[in-house]
């Protein structure tokens, strides 16, 4: 997107890329899981449709199949990029890029080429961490990086980390026939969100079969036969064929000249609201900052810095970042937290709720599991964030992203008019609810 945005506005680019064109999103995160996801959803309806007193009859699952399918809208939206890339003439060299100084980028291991430039901006993203846990190099301990390259469904996966990494493997696992077991050192899952949403998806991941341990550290992980042991702390032992670490990612820094040539820190690179490093025309974007770590926040940053490389002024907006989750239901969340804004603003702080079950689309889904929650000044009725557990809660976030960016109040909301019937009329509800 930084290559895409400084090309639009004149500038003359290369994009160094040593593998693949769209980084983790697009080859091995958000596009391909979410491809997967969205079978699963197609299962668990189909499961429903019992209930509506419809029979489906199931010849069993292709697991290789299932994730070729996958491998087909990540090469599809690759295609995509690839072809953006072309029409705005942007030349993308193959290799390794290393920083030589402020204006020289040297590539190696495929076009061995040195490039001379007025602006450099690194996007070099982030790999998964692996955790100093004894073993964890075992045969069958993979990284969501691997999990696309193991064809076969495991009969028992043990995942360790219950962020939105963990629980969405563990929701397209479970959704396969798998059982699930999750491990998080943490009290809760999320433990970045709310509470009171970790805590009631926490309970219907556990009604479909998953087992959640909280408050666990795992301390050794052993190779018995053709089983993985997983030792925990507090002394119990579970087993299982497959184990995925999902335990976060660290920034891609090291090795490509930063060192000693911009200020980082924890391995992530210091960068002002423009994107800059502080160090010649020199910008960083992307999980490499540490901002989020999100792909939509990298997007962002990418077209702040590439206006900027393109001798533009712009800057990031970070007030409403959303945060998404793509269990069964969604969890979406945005801006701040009801905990957070009484932190911050004190007693002026209200907070509205509203079941799903009231919806009357989600009835027609049989999907009236959730809630949202709109945390707002109780003075002027300002929104200050949300956090809701919803079916397709990703795409229905968007409008408070939106309302909190322009200064909406929850009677902006309540006097708003929504279609009906739609799951998006949760936030009218709880609006037409809080407005005075």
């Not at 540490?290 to 997007?299: C, D, S, Y």
Request: glycine share 12%.
């Amino acid at each position: 997107m930084a290559a895409n945005r400084a090309s639009q506005l004149g500038a003359k680019v290369a994009l160094v890329e040593k593998g693949e064109l769209g980084g983790t999103c697009i080859n091995r995160g958000c596009i391909p899981t979410k491809a997967l996801l969205h079978v699963c959803g197609g299962i668990l309806r189909a499961r429903l449709l019992e209930d509506y007193g419809v029979h489906v009859d199931s010849t069993g699952l292709d697991f290789s199949g299932f994730i070729r399918h996958a491998d087909s809208v990540a090469q599809a939206a690759r295609a995509q990029v690839e072809a953006m890339m072309e029409e705005r003439d942007v030349a993308v060299l193959k290799g390794t890029g290393s920083i030589v100084d402020e204006g020289t980028v040297a590539v190696s291991g495929g076009e061995n080429v040195r490039v001379e430039s007025r602006s450099i901006i690194v996007a070099t993203g982030s790999s998964p961490s692996i955790p100093p846990i004894p073993g964890v190099h075992s045969e069958g301990v993979i990284t969501s990086d691997d999990a696309f390259r193991h064809r076969e469904r495991p009969e028992r996966a043990l995942i360790v980390g219950a962020g939105a990494l963990g629980l969405e493997w563990g929701t397209i696992y479970r959704s396969v026939g798998s059982e699930v077991i999750i491990i998080e050192m943490m009290p809760e899952v999320l433990p970045q969100e709310d509470e009171e949403v970790a805590m009631y998806l926490r309970g219907f991941m556990e009604e479909g079969g998953i087992r959640i341990i909280t408050d666990a550290r795992v301390n050794r992980i052993k190779r018995q036969g053709g089983e993985l042991a997983l030792e925990i702390e507090r002394g119990e032992e579970i087993r299982g064929d497959l184990v995925l670490l999902a335990t976060g990612r660290v920034p891609n820094s090291q090795g490509i000249g930063l060192e000693g040539l911009v200020e980082m820190r924890g391995g992530f690179v210091v960068v002002d609201d423009h994107m800059r490093t502080g160090t010649g025309d020199i910008y960083a974007v992307g999980d490499v900052v540490g901002k989020g770590m999100l792909a939509h926040v990298a997007i962002h940053e990418g077209l702040v810095a590439g206006e900027n490389a393109a001798a533009g002024n712009a800057a990031m907006r970070r007030e409403a970042v959303p945060r998404c989750v793509y269990t069964s239901p969604e969890v979406a969340c945005v801006g701040l937290s009801e905990d957070e804004a009484r932190e911050k603003r004190g007693a002026g702080v209200k907070v509205v709720r509203c079941p799903l079950r009231m919806n009357g689309r989600a009835m027609t889904m049989g999907s009236g599991r959730g809630f949202i929650k709109i945390v707002y000044e109780e003075e002027k009725g300002r929104i200050l964030g949300a956090q809701m557990l919803a079916p397709h809660a990703s795409e229905i976030v968007n409008e408070l992203c939106l309302g909190i960016s322009a200064g909406a109040t929850i009677e902006d909301i309540a006097l708003t008019m929504h279609a009906h019937p739609t799951l998006s009329e949760v936030i009218w509800d709880a609006a037409c609810r809080g407005r005075r």
